[in-house]
């Protein structure tokens, strides 16, 4: 059994910041990659940013030079700086994270999501 718990969100005036973490626990033998969706009131569900064990990370368009992602590997922890935030950026975000629970068994994990809302 593996648990995803995020925190962080909140509401925030245009161009400020927020920053979110997600801590994962449980059953873990590894973590394959950890990151970051947002899904709008209305829209789909999309990628914010992903950061793999090997050290690759991946920005959606919208959010690049303004978000920054980040991995404390001993903590199992995730961070998603956000800065320069925008109406744009109000949301629910969501942890995502696959995982190893043993040697041969992986899945995909999703935190209960937190809410940013943007706005003056």
């Known amino acids: 059994q593996v648990q995803l718990v995020e925190s962080g969100g909140g509401l925030v005036q245009p161009g400020g910041s927020l920053t979110l973490s997600c801590t994962a626990s449980?059953?873990?033998?590894?973590?394959?990659?950890m990151g970051w969706y947002r899904q709008a009131p209305g829209k789909q569900r999309e990628l914010v940013a992903t950061s793999n064990r090997g050290g690759g990370i991946n920005y959606a368009d919208s959010v690049k030079g303004r978000f920054t992602i980040s991995r404390d590997n001993a903590k199992n922890t995730v961070y998603l700086q956000m800065n320069s935030l925008k109406p744009e950026d109000t949301a629910v975000y969501y942890c995502d994270a696959y995982i190893y629970t043993s040697h041969s068994e992986f899945d995909d994990y999703w935190g209960q999501g937190t809410q940013v809302t943007v706005s003056s």
């Open positions: 449980g059953s873990i033998f590894a973590i394959i990659s």
